[in-house]
Every structure is written in C-alpha cells, then in structure tokens.
C-alpha cells in the first residue's frame, strides 16, 4: 500500500471513530445552519479536526482543502481534499447513509482516495495506477451494458434551488429508462458505489471538490468513467458530474445531451 493511501485511511478511520460517538448521542449535539438545506454538527469539525492533525502530522508542508474550514496553504504541490462526514443530514436524522471521504491531488492529479463508511465499517481505496479496492479486496464497475438494466444514482440540488427544474427535467428523462434511481443522500458513497458495481451509474448537479475528488478516482481505478455533464474534465471546479461504466456513461450523456443549458 502507498505510504500517503495509508496516512489517509489512518484519518478517515480516526475521524470515524469521531463519528460514530457522535452517532450514539445526535440528540445532544450542537447543530448549525450554514445556509439552505445545509448544517454543520460539532461532530463534523471535530472528525475534520482529527483528519487534518492525522494529515499534517505526516505532511506538514502539504495544504488541505477541507469542507468546514476551508484551504489551509502548504508549500509542497501536494493537496488533500477532505469531507468529514459526507451526509451530515442522513447522520443527523439516524439514516445509516454516510462517509468520510479523503483525496489527495497532485499537480491537479488524483493520486490516492478514500471513502470510509464508518456504520458499517466499509473502506473504499485507490492509488493512481494501481487499482481501486473494496475493504483490501480489488473492485470494479458493473458490466451492464443498456439502460433498461441500469440502476442509477443521484443527488438533487437541494442546496441550490436555481437547479433544481434543469435537475429534474435530467430525472423526467432517465428515470423511465432505467431499473431504478437511488438517491443515498452521501455523492461520496454514491461514487464509491459505481466503483464497487453496486450502482451503473450516477449523475449530479453543483457538488463541491471534497464531495467528489476520492469517489472519481475510485470509478477511474476501477475502470469506469468520470466526466462533467458536457463530456469535459472540468467537474471539479463546475460540479456536474456524470459516472459509470463505459458503456453507461456514453448511453447517459446521450440522453442529458440536450436537457443542459450549455453554461449552466
């Protein structure tokens, strides 16, 4: 295992542990808005706290990109790319859906990601080049070829409601198409998801970095594909994402063609 893989699952697995003491007394714990549809938990910084002591500890001259605290500037070419706790709604409410999702970028290249799914103890790895694993085990995109057997995974734009008609004209138009639409409510699981094969595909409207950067190069070790919604590479600055096998994706983006504004 890559010595900064190892570094990596070491924070998310500390940060989880965080987590899950939080989970067993949410009704005690002190609970923010940040905005529409978004809240922060003294959990989620405490977890982020950890991943970053466990980070920089090792890396002291790498900079981090983190959810709640924002860029902390290092002077390597080296940036982690963290999200704590991935679903801090589904957490709050006791709904098992959530992660600790941690990417490292080098040279605006991903090199090593982890989504942690602390409840049930699941771990999703990759290095560039080296493959994608599921709890040590080597995994790979589903094989399914055509829509009609497809299942789908997505997130709505609850945060931005300018979306959410562009979204839903992109759902009018898959979902009769397919064999079902999941909406975990954690981008990080869902990506990790397509990896594993447990999902063909996923498409999502405005996510952020940490939302995305360790579940796409989960999908591209594991052999699928990652791309904006246009078919660019640009989806960790825009947010738009469209994964999945080979074979899904190109049948995905043929279908979301024209439902996108050409600058949304």
């Given at each position: 295992?890559?010595?900064?893989?190892?570094?990596?699952?070491?924070?998310?697995?500390?940060?989880?542990?965080?987590?899950?003491?939080?989970?067993?007394?949410?009704?005690?714990?002190?609970?923010?808005?940040?905005?529409?549809?978004?809240?922060?938990?003294?959990?989620?910084?405490?977890?982020?706290?950890?991943?970053?002591?466990?980070?920089?500890?090792?890396?002291?001259?790498?900079?981090?990109?983190?959810?709640?605290?924002?860029?902390?500037?290092?002077?390597?070419?080296?940036?982690?790319?963290?999200?704590?706790?991935?679903?801090?709604?589904?957490?709050?409410?006791?709904?098992?859906?959530?992660?600790?999702?941690?990417?490292?970028?080098?040279?605006?290249?991903?090199?090593?990601?982890?989504?942690?799914?602390?409840?049930?103890?699941?771990?999703?790895?990759?290095?560039?080049?080296?493959?994608?694993?599921?709890?040590?085990?080597?995994?790979?995109?589903?094989?399914?070829?055509?829509?009609?057997?497809?299942?789908?995974?997505?997130?709505?734009?609850?945060?931005?409601?300018?979306?959410?008609?562009?979204?839903?004209?992109?759902?009018?138009?898959?979902?009769?198409?397919?064999?079902?639409?999941?909406?975990?409510?954690?981008?990080?699981?869902?990506?990790?998801?397509?990896?594993?094969?447990?999902?063909?595909?996923?498409?999502?409207?405005?996510?952020?970095?940490?939302?995305?950067a360790a579940g796409v190069l989960l999908i591209q070790e594991a052999g699928g594909i990652v791309t904006d919604i246009y078919g660019a590479h640009d989806y960790l600055r825009t947010g738009h994402v469209l994964a999945g096998n080979s074979k899904i994706h190109k049948l995905l983006a043929e279908e979301l063609q024209d439902k996108i504004p050409a600058h949304l």
């Amino acid at each position: 295992m890559h010595p900064m893989l190892n570094i990596a699952i070491r924070a998310a697995r500390r940060a989880g542990n965080v987590i899950l003491r939080g989970y067993q007394q949410r009704d005690n714990l002190m609970v923010e808005s940040k905005g529409l549809n978004d809240f922060v938990s003294e959990v989620d910084r405490e977890a982020e706290a950890a991943i970053i002591d466990t980070l920089i500890s090792a890396y002291p001259n790498h900079s981090v990109l983190a959810e709640e605290t924002g860029l902390h500037e290092g002077t390597e070419p080296f940036q982690w790319i963290i999200d704590p706790l991935d679903g801090t709604t589904n957490f709050l409410h006791g709904h098992p859906q959530f992660s600790v999702s941690i990417a490292l970028l080098y040279k605006d290249k991903l090199e090593q990601a982890v989504v942690y799914s602390p409840l049930s103890e699941e771990l999703f790895t990759a290095t560039r080049g080296q493959g994608a694993f599921f709890n040590n085990r080597r995994m790979r995109v589903s094989q399914v070829a055509h829509l009609s057997g497809a299942l789908l995974g997505t997130g709505f734009p609850f945060k931005e409601e300018r979306y959410l008609e562009i979204y839903l004209s992109t759902f009018r138009a898959l979902f009769p198409l397919t064999s079902g639409v999941r909406r975990c409510g954690s981008a990080a699981l869902d990506l990790a998801y397509v990896a594993a094969g447990r999902l063909d595909g996923f498409w999502e409207l405005h996510l952020r970095p940490w939302d995305l950067a360790a579940g796409v190069l989960l999908i591209q070790e594991a052999g699928g594909i990652v791309t904006d919604i246009y078919g660019a590479h640009d989806y960790l600055r825009t947010g738009h994402v469209l994964a999945g096998n080979s074979k899904i994706h190109k049948l995905l983006a043929e279908e979301l063609q024209d439902k996108i504004p050409a600058h949304l």
